[in-house]
T-cell receptor
């Protein structure tokens, strides 16, 4: 299975600032995704990162707040913009071949003051 | 109704017990199914895929019932190290492939 590296692993940020999370996969994969997980809660899909085109966002998530890039098959970034305390969460990158199980990065623990 | 639903538990069982988790999904076009394990403050890790014929991996058995739209996970001879949250996951292609996760079932195995 693919090995997924995500960074930073954690950060503490001031409200109103933005943070970009990076995700690197060690092999070419068809699909990359970004999830959010609040403590004790389930994984919530933010968007599908599409190579070379705009990401596909789930209901409740918009590009202005969570811009995503995927310049190639092995790398993606998620930016959390204009952060507020409600954005404090764990952000997870995942990768999969189509209709195969997903594999996750270690996650980014984000706290907003 | 949520697309994927699980009993959140927690399940508290003694070592050696057999425990079963169920998960239901609402989209009949769902294509493939998985169980993940998530330890506290860690990322989810794939436990096993779930096939229509049922599949077994050591103490773990997974079953799929397409007619009733549920999947199950059976853990036999529970170990302390089985304590974790178990997430079911469903792949679907609804104008684009994606995976929907259940909220997870918390398992505590005690000595």
């Amino acid at each position: 299975s693919a090995v997924i590296s995500q960074k930073p692993s954690r950060d503490i940020c001031q409200r109103g600032t933005s943070l970009t999370i990076q995700c690197q996969v060690d092999s070419q994969v068809t699909m990359m995704f970004w999830y959010r997980q609040q403590p004790g809660q389930s994984l919530t899909l933010i968007a599908t990162a599409n190579q070379g085109s705009e990401a596909t966002y789930e209901s409740g998530f918009v590009i202005d707040k969570f811009p995503i890039s995927r310049p190639n098959l092995t790398f993606s970034t998620l930016t959390v913009s204009n952060m507020s305390p409600e954005d404090s969460s764990i952000y997870l990158c995942s990768a999969a071949a189509s209709n195969q199980p997903q594999h996750f990065g270690d996650g980014t623990r984000l706290s907003i003051l | 109704r949520k697309e994927v639903e699980q009993d959140p538990g927690p399940f508290n069982v003694p070592e050696g017990a057999t425990v079963a988790f169920n998960c239901t999904y609402s989209n009949s076009a769902s294509q493939s199914f998985f169980w993940y394990r998530q330890d506290c403050r860690k990322e989810p890790k794939l436990l096993m895929s779930v096939y229509s014929s049922g599949n077994e991996d050591g103490r773990f058995t997974a079953q799929l019932n397409r007619a009733s739209q549920y999947i199950s996970l059976l853990i036999r001879d529970s170990k302390l190290s089985d304590s974790a949250t178990y997430l079911c996951a469903v792949n679907m292609n609804t104008g684009g492939f994606k995976t929907i996760f259940g909220a997870g079932t918390r398992l505590f195995v005690k000595a």
